[in-house]
Each structure stands twice: as structure tokens, then as C-alpha cells.
């Protein structure tokens, strides 16, 4: 197997990803992740990618990844997989492993498990990933009871009255209008630092959020929404 090695980092701005596919994958970490989590997500039919060490949470759950991309400093044995899977060494740091995974890959809609949760760094870090391809990719942290999905723009989507529906800007941004939410954003600016949106909750069945400009916010809902909401990327995306 082919082994794209980037040394420079231009593979970030410039270079066509390697890895492309047509379903949902799920980019794995070494952070703290449910093993039953990753089997249900492999019969579910996503490709399971370790970033790095994430390769051997994978294999700890019993699974072979679709592919391991890293720069193999945390992975415990990358010579033992190069017949079992598709290996990306990237030597490059000025990323992290997650970042790496993400611009070394193409799908439908990311989920990022073990990125976020167990060290507040590596949030971080999880969080400048998502801010960062948030305008062309659908990319969802997913921790021990929350998912959390970059969003550019607009949004609907389905809850149950009383359901946590939390909005953190990253960019300034300005709400145009929303409906079926408890506190209405209609004409609200929120920004880091002024002020977020967080613990809102639903009063339909469905609630929608429409900005005036394009900024980065995160929604932010509970664990249980996820197959719901990669569902509905899934089918809005189809011609």
C-alpha cells in the first residue's frame, strides 16, 4: 500500500485529500471512547479512521480501521498494520493528528470521537479543527453525553419540547431570525466573550436558526441526537 508522506504541510491548502468517500466516516482519537460506540457505528456502515494512536482504540474495540493517518508517534506498532489498512504517514506538525485526519480525508459527514472531553487542550484543539473547515465540511465532535457540529450559516433540525438546544458562537455572529426555541435569537449578535446561547431549549418539534452573515457557531445537543442528525446531513445533501 501507498504511503503519502507530507513533510511541508501543503497538502492543507493544496493538496486533493487521499482518502475519499461516499459515507459518513468517523475520525477515532485517543481520548476516551466507547468501544460499543465504534461497533455500532462500523454495522451502521462508517468508515472507522484512527488519527494516530486512535488506529489502536479502534483494534482495542475489537475492529480494523479503513485507514490510520498520523505522523505514528503515538501509534504502538504502525509497521504491524501496513497489511491490514491503509496507512497516511504525514511528518508535518503543524497540525494535529485530528487536523491531518480531516484535510487527508473527503465524506459526507465527520464525526470526531476521542478529540474532545478528556484533556482540555486537546478540546481546544478539536475546536480550532471544526471552526477551521466548518464552511466545507460537516464536522461533529461527539464526547461522553454531547455532540457538537460546526455550522456556517443556517440551520434546522428536529428536537422535542423541553430538548437542550445550545448555540456558542466562534465568530461574531449576527441571528437574522429562529423559531421553536424557549429564547428567541431574532436580531441577537452573539460573539466569544459578549455573549453565547447556550442551554436554549426547544418548544416544537422542530427549530431552525437563520443568520444574516456568514459566521461559525456550534450546536450543541445531546449524545442521543446523533444518528438523528447525521441522517438529516445525510439526506439534505441528496439532489
Not at 504517514?89 to 474532545?116: C, N, R, W
Not at 446561547?197 to 418548544?203: P, V, Y
Request: proline residues 5%.
Amino acid at each position: 500500500m501507498s504511503v503519502p508522506i507530507v513533510q511541508d504541510g501543503s497538502m492543507v491548502e493544496h493538496g486533493d485529500p487521499p482518502l475519499v468517500y461516499e459515507r459518513p466516516i468517523a475520525i477515532v482519537g485517543g481520548g476516551t471512547v466507547e468501544p460499543d460506540m465504534l461497533r455500532q457505528l462500523d454495522q451502521q456502515g462508517i468508515a472507522l479512521i484512527g488519527a494516530d494512536g486512535g488506529g489502536d482504540v479502534i483494534a482495542d474495540a475489537g475492529l480494523v480501521p479503513a485507514a490510520i493517518v498520523g505522523d505514528f508517534d503515538s501509534l504502538r506498532d504502525p509497521s504491524a498494520w501496513s497489511s491490514q489498512t491503509r496507512l497516511v504517514h504525514l511528518k508535518e506538525q503543524m497540525t494535529s493528528d485530528f487536523e491531518k485526519a480531516v484535510y487527508s480525508t473527503s465524506a459526507p459527514v465527520t464525526l470526531a470521537l476521542g478529540m474532545i472531553g478528556r484533556r482540555f487542550d486537546h478540546t481546544m484543539a478539536g475546536l480550532h479543527v471544526v471552526h477551521r473547515y466548518a464552511k466545507e465540511r460537516r464536522i461533529i465532535l461527539v464526547d461522553e453525553v454531547d455532540i457538537v457540529m460546526g455550522v456556517s450559516g443556517s440551520f434546522d433540525f428536529t428536537a422535542e419540547p423541553g430538548e437542550r438546544v445550545s448555540i456558542h458562537p466562534l465568530d461574531p455572529v449576527c441571528f437574522r431570525a429562529s423559531s421553536g426555541l424557549l429564547f428567541s435569537l431574532d436580531g441577537l449578535a452573539l460573539a466569544s466573550g459578549v455573549r453565547t446561547g447556550t442551554s436554549n431549549s426547544a418548544t416544537q418539534t422542530t427549530f431552525s436558526v437563520e443568520t444574516s452573515e456568514i459566521g461559525i457557531w456550534l450546536l450543541i445537543l445531546g449524545k442521543a441526537r446523533l444518528a438523528d442528525l447525521i441522517q438529516h446531513l445525510v439526506t439534505r445533501d441528496r439532489p
